[in-house]
């Protein structure tokens, strides 16, 4: 581990003992559990507090199987904490403008009940969130259908299918069993091109190259394209493009495939992730460099770009359609409102300008096993012809 990592990581123990804390503080003595009802929360804290960095360091330190045991147990321990840390902050910011209605009409509230019911409530509200989570996240994502109106789009065109599928994150909790059932379902659509925008992997080739391997399976009339994404650089881009490439599935780097499915020239082009050049100069992200040499003709022109913040640089180059993942659209409260801070979209389809954007939810997940209002998906895109704007 760098100096930086090792700050970051001290940094990041700090924060989480002091929210540990906090919520210890916060909860515990409203609870009223008594003296051995409280000395186990506190100990369930304390465990907490450690199990999420073990959790965090597990699958690179500790050999498989243990790496990715303890892996699942941190991970949901941290699932499960970042629920009773904003359940607090929403708890006393209700406790806090009670107390501020209650002085102001000089009313009598029954404090001690509204504590203990609230109290009991975020901690029963955690659990109950954690374990549907658990059980949106391990399910297989469900395929949704997109149409998307292209002005003067071919009509032998029409109906034409994109399957996409993005952020699987195969790693500690995601392997080959979970990556086959998606891989299934995509073929079951007979996608006419299959997209995987990006962070298909948190670990080496090493790890887990097996776990990814049924991605190599995955059949399209018009090809399997793949771009990177942030995390593919996390894990080493390099052997993770080469193994890919092995897998036969056609990794776009800054560059297109000209396909031809209704006799006149279509354009699927790919960019390296939007934060690429910081981890390879050679690999930064070029949307108009992967148009270059297209037919002036070719259309529709579509782009797979990790981030959907690529699309401010695609669009003015004349793309028709972005296809990004990245967001996972906020995976669970309250993820979701931060997310748009950073991007220009979370989910959905969207219009920037003349060019359309999809943001995939993402079809796996990262970090916890959690997923709550933000759906994981396989996105089967059809273009569809529209009126002339």
Same mark, same amino acid.
């Given at each position: 581990?760098?100096?930086?990592?090792?700050?970051?990581?001290?940094?990041?123990?700090?924060?989480?003992? /002091? #929210?540990? @804390?906090?919520?210890? +503080?916060? *909860?515990?003595?409203?609870? %009223?559990?008594?003296?051995?009802?409280? !000395?186990? &929360?506190?100990?369930?804290?304390?465990?907490?507090?450690?199990?999420?960095?073990?959790?965090?360091?597990?699958?690179?330190?500790?050999?498989?199987?243990?790496?990715?045991?303890?892996?699942?147990?941190?991970?949901?321990?941290?699932?499960?904490?970042?629920?009773?840390?904003?359940?607090?902050?929403?708890?006393?910011?209700?406790?806090?403008?009670?107390? /501020? #209605?209650? @002085?102001?009409?000089? +009313?009598? *509230?029954?404090?001690?009940? %509204?504590?203990?019911?609230?109290?009991? !409530?975020? &901690?029963?509200?955690?659990?109950?969130?954690?374990?549907?989570?658990?059980?949106?996240?391990?399910?297989?994502?469900?395929?949704?259908?997109?149409?998307?109106?292209?002005?003067?789009?071919?009509?032998?065109?029409?109906?034409?299918?994109?399957?996409?599928?993005?952020?699987?994150?195969?790693?500690?909790?995601?392997?080959?069993?979970?990556?086959?059932?998606?891989?299934?379902?995509?073929?079951?659509?007979?996608?006419?091109?299959?997209?995987?925008?990006?962070?298909?992997?948190?670990?080496?080739?090493?790890?887990?190259?097996?776990?990814?391997?049924?991605?190599?399976?995955?059949?399209?009339?018009?090809?399997?394209?793949?771009?990177?994404?942030?995390?593919?650089?996390?894990?080493?881009?390099?052997?993770?493009?080469?193994?890919?490439?092995?897998?036969?599935?056609?990794?776009?780097?800054?560059?297109?495939?000209?396909?031809?499915?209704?006799?006149?020239?279509?354009?699927?082009?790919?960019?390296?992730?939007?934060?690429?050049?910081?981890?390879?100069?050679?690999?930064?992200?070029?949307?108009?460099?992967?148009?270059?040499?297209?037919?002036?003709?070719?259309?529709?022109?579509?782009?797979?770009?990790?981030?959907?913040?690529?699309?401010?640089?695609?669009?003015?180059?004349?793309?028709?359609?972005?296809?990004?993942?990245?967001?996972?659209?906020?995976?669970?409260?309250?993820?979701?409102?931060?997310?748009?801070?950073?991007?220009?979209?979370?989910?959905?389809?969207?219009?920037?300008?003349?060019?359309?954007?999809?943001?995939?939810?993402?079809?796996?997940?990262?970090?916890?096993?959690?997923?709550?209002?933000?759906?994981?998906?396989?996105?089967?895109?059809?273009?569809?012809?529209?009126?002339?704007?």
């Amino acid at each position: 581990m760098s100096l930086r990592q090792s700050s970051f990581f001290l940094r990041f123990l700090t924060l989480g003992a /002091l #929210a540990h @804390v906090y919520v210890g +503080a916060r *909860l515990i003595p409203d609870l %009223l559990l008594g003296g051995e009802g409280a !000395a186990a &929360a506190i100990l369930f804290l304390v465990a907490s507090c450690v199990l999420i960095p073990l959790g965090m360091l597990a699958r690179s330190s500790i050999h498989p199987p243990w790496g990715d045991r303890i892996a699942w147990v941190g991970l949901l321990a941290m699932g499960l904490f970042s629920s009773l840390f904003v359940l607090t902050v929403l708890r006393d910011a209700l406790l806090l403008a009670l107390w /501020l #209605a209650n @002085v102001a009409i000089n +009313a009598d *509230l029954p404090w001690v009940t %509204l504590r203990r019911a609230s109290a009991w !409530a975020v &901690a029963g509200l955690a659990m109950a969130g954690t374990l549907a989570g658990l059980y949106n996240a391990r399910r297989r994502a469900r395929v949704i259908d997109v149409d998307v109106p292209i002005s003067g789009l071919p009509q032998d065109l029409d109906g034409f299918t994109i399957v996409q599928i993005s952020d699987i994150h195969v790693g500690p909790t995601i392997k080959r069993r979970y990556v086959q059932a998606i891989v299934d379902a995509v073929n079951a659509q007979l996608p006419d091109v299959v997209a995987i925008t990006g962070d298909v992997v948190d670990g080496s080739v090493e790890q887990l190259a097996a776990q990814a391997s049924p991605l190599g399976q995955l059949r399209a009339t018009y090809g399997v394209y793949l771009v990177t994404g942030n995390h593919e650089y996390y894990s080493g881009a390099g052997p993770w493009i080469a193994e890919f490439r092995r897998m036969g599935l056609r990794v776009l780097m800054n560059e297109h495939v000209v396909i031809h499915p209704s006799g006149l020239p279509m354009v699927v082009a790919g960019v390296t992730d939007y934060s690429a050049g910081a981890f390879d100069p050679q690999h930064r992200s070029n949307p108009r460099a992967a148009l270059a040499s297209a037919p002036a003709d070719a259309f529709p022109r579509i782009l797979l770009a990790h981030q959907p913040r690529s699309a401010a640089a695609a669009e003015p180059v004349g793309y028709t359609l972005q296809l990004s993942g990245h967001t996972h659209g906020g995976q669970f409260f309250p993820w979701g409102f931060f997310v748009r801070f950073q991007q220009p979209f979370t989910a959905g389809l969207h219009r920037l300008g003349r060019m359309w954007v999809y943001t995939s939810r993402g079809t796996g997940y990262w970090g916890p096993p959690k997923r709550l209002w933000a759906p994981s998906e396989i996105t089967r895109l059809r273009l569809r012809s529209a009126p002339a704007r």
